[in-house]
């Protein structure tokens, strides 16, 4: 049997993977007059039904005197929110003790700790990365304890669906990687159409794209749509036009797969036909300056993307940010995009369970989220995020709102590999190297093949 590949799900698409080596941060414990004000709140520790203070904000009565290591895949500069977010725990919570680790490559040192008896208390994984742990029994089923319960109306129901695994509650949303359609305003009235009224449907999106490309010398200069031709994106948008077809990809039980019926064949026609008949995007996509993107280049007058081209504008090319705009994904049937992210999960076995529940808590409440989300392209997973300055922002809102018309990756252990199947098939297609049909057939096959493996 082929070894198992889990990775960490999605870096957001715009945001340079953020790498750094291995080091360990020891925040002490301090303002121990501090911790014992708070402690004097009382309740019981989250694993025995504490109460949670505001936006989950944990209220124990008493911590042990243990060191929790929590494993984050985040170097800087997402490092220093969280040392600062677990210095502030320590401060607030000794004897107990937290200590912060960033390491890489994440999944790879993951998988040798736990496999090694020697795994974290709390870390962070990708969306695709929470059913190999949790399949190994090394994630923690949240659903029996009642900060938890409490915490969940808070949080977009489709974030919470994600973090289940074979019907166990295994991870709480930390950020949101969610993908909405972003444009140049300036580059549609030049085309003669209106930015205000940004298409709606994907025939509309067609027309449009079509008036926005521009060649020179028969040298594409400018993509009209920023089309997902290859890599993680291309599955991406596949799967998601399917489902927008109005047809499921997996069976309910993730046995088979489904993606191979007149919505798969409509959606990969699509991206198909976006490159080769209506040639609004090609292998010559010239590339940006380093350091910019193709919405700020003006290479690109439309893609689909995380926060990330937006955030960028504001940082290196804030004259561009005026004449940038955001707005849902074009639908078919129905309207879906993407929702990857990262997720916090607890040990099954972790030094103290209701302490672990309870940071894990801490790190996803609300007032923590803008510092991360901005710095991840993300948006807040929690419904009370709504109101704060990162997310309402108008640019920014675009993505928040999209949560809730949002399909995240099945949580099964071979997904991952999944992913690279259709990712080969897609591509091959989108460069005629397949036909559509031989193309899912493909991708169909490659696909039972790991849905059979147990």
Not at 25 to 50: D, E, N, P
Not at 112 to 122: E, R
Not at 134 to 146: D, H, S, T
Not at 325 to 351: D, E, F, H, V, Y
Request: proline content about 6%.
């Amino acid at each position: 049997m082929a070894r198992q590949r889990v990775d960490g799900g999605h870096t957001p698409m715009g945001h340079p993977t953020q790498r750094g080596r291995t080091r360990r941060v020891v925040l002490a414990t301090g303002a121990a007059a501090f911790g014992a004000a708070l402690a004097a709140c009382g309740g019981a520790q989250a694993g025995q039904g504490s109460a949670t203070g505001g936006a989950g904000e944990p209220v124990s009565k008493a911590r042990p005197a243990v060191t929790l290591e929590y494993w984050s895949r985040w170097g800087l500069p997402t490092a220093d929110v969280e040392n600062k977010r677990v210095a502030e725990w320590n401060a607030a919570n000794g004897p107990t003790k937290v200590e912060r680790t960033s390491i890489d490559p994440y999944i790879d040192k993951l998988n040798a700790a736990f496999a090694g008896g020697a795994g974290p208390d709390v870390y962070t994984v990708g969306g695709s990365g929470m059913a190999n742990f949790a399949g190994k029994g090394v994630g923690l089923n949240l659903a029996g304890y009642q900060a938890v319960q409490k915490e969940i109306p808070d949080f977009f129901p489709s974030a919470i669906e994600a973090s289940k695994y074979q019907g166990k509650h295994i991870a709480m949303p930390y950020i949101l990687d969610v993908r909405a359609m972003i444009f140049r305003k300036d580059l549609m009235r030049d085309a003669g159409l209106d930015p205000a009224k940004f298409p709606d449907t994907w025939e509309q999106l067609r027309d449009a794209a079509r008036r926005l490309t521009k060649r020179e010398g028969g040298a594409l200069a400018r993509a009209g749509f920023d089309v997902p031709k290859n890599g993680w994106n291309a599955h991406d948008l596949f799967m998601l036009l399917t489902e927008m077809g109005g047809e499921k990809t997996f069976t309910q039980d993730l046995s088979k797969p489904t993606f191979n019926g007149p919505a798969g064949r409509a959606a990969l026609q699509l991206m198909v036909d976006l490159v080769n008949k209506d040639q609004v995007d090609g292998a010559d996509q010239p590339r940006p300056p380093s350091g910019s993107n193709g919405i700020i280049a003006g290479t690109h007058a439309i893609t689909w993307n995380s926060a990330g081209p937006v955030n960028t504008a504001r940082r290196a090319a804030p004259e561009v940010l005026a004449n940038i705009g955001t707005a849902p994904i074009p639908k078919l049937a129905q309207r879906w995009t993407l929702l990857g992210g990262t997720w916090l999960m607890a040990n099954s076995k972790p030094k103290d369970v209701g302490t672990s529940v309870d940071l894990l808590l801490f790190l996803t409440a609300a007032k923590h989220a803008d510092d991360i989300t901005s710095i991840q392209n993300a948006v807040p997973p929690r419904k009370s995020g709504a109101t704060s300055p990162y997310v309402t922002e108008p640019l920014i809102k675009t993505f928040y709102d999209a949560v809730g018309h949002a399909w995240a990756y099945p949580n099964h252990a071979y997904y991952t590999d999944i992913r690279e199947v259709i990712v080969t098939e897609v591509t091959a297609a989108i460069k005629q190297e397949k036909s559509v049909q031989a193309a899912l057939d493909d991708a169909t096959r490659g696909t039972q093949d790991f849905l059979s493996r147990r």
